[in-house]
């Protein structure tokens, strides 16, 4: 069973920092390998949306929104996935999950709160 737990989450003021973390468990790193791995973010009343993704080659994507502030990046041996929050403005609070994916395999975790506020 392929768990995912997100860390790093809090409260930070606008212009900060913070880095999140996914590590998944009940896999092996060589198939957490062939995952592709993303980060979404939900809004109070909004729809989840997409942040950011890496596939399992490395390419990479991120949104309109957070392009140029934040990267997403991947410690395959320890089965582990960032996202690193640069220069956060209030609009990127929400509550931030981790997915990856392969084929009909489709995981999350459960969420960590981020919010931005001075």
């Known amino acids: 069973q392929v768990q995912l737990v997100e860390s790093g989450g809090g409260l930070v003021r606008p212009g900060g920092s913070l880095r999140l973390s996914c590590a998944a468990s009940?896999?092996?790193?060589?198939?957490?390998?062939?995952?592709?791995k993303s980060w979404y973010r939900q809004a109070p009343g909004k729809q989840r949306e997409l942040v950011a993704s890496?596939?399992?080659?490395?390419?990479?994507f991120s949104s309109d929104s957070v392009k140029g502030r934040f990267s997403i990046s991947t410690d395959i041996p320890k089965t582990t996935m960032f996202l690193q929050m640069n220069n956060l403005k209030p609009e990127d609070k929400a509550v931030y999950y981790c997915?990856?994916?392969?084929?009909?395999?489709?995981?999350w975790g459960q969420g960590t709160q981020v919010t931005v506020s001075s």
């Open positions: 009940g896999i092996s790193d060589t198939i957490f390998g062939l995952y592709s």
């Open positions: 890496i596939t399992s080659v490395g390419s990479t």
């Open positions: 997915n990856v994916r392969w084929g009909s395999r489709d995981h």
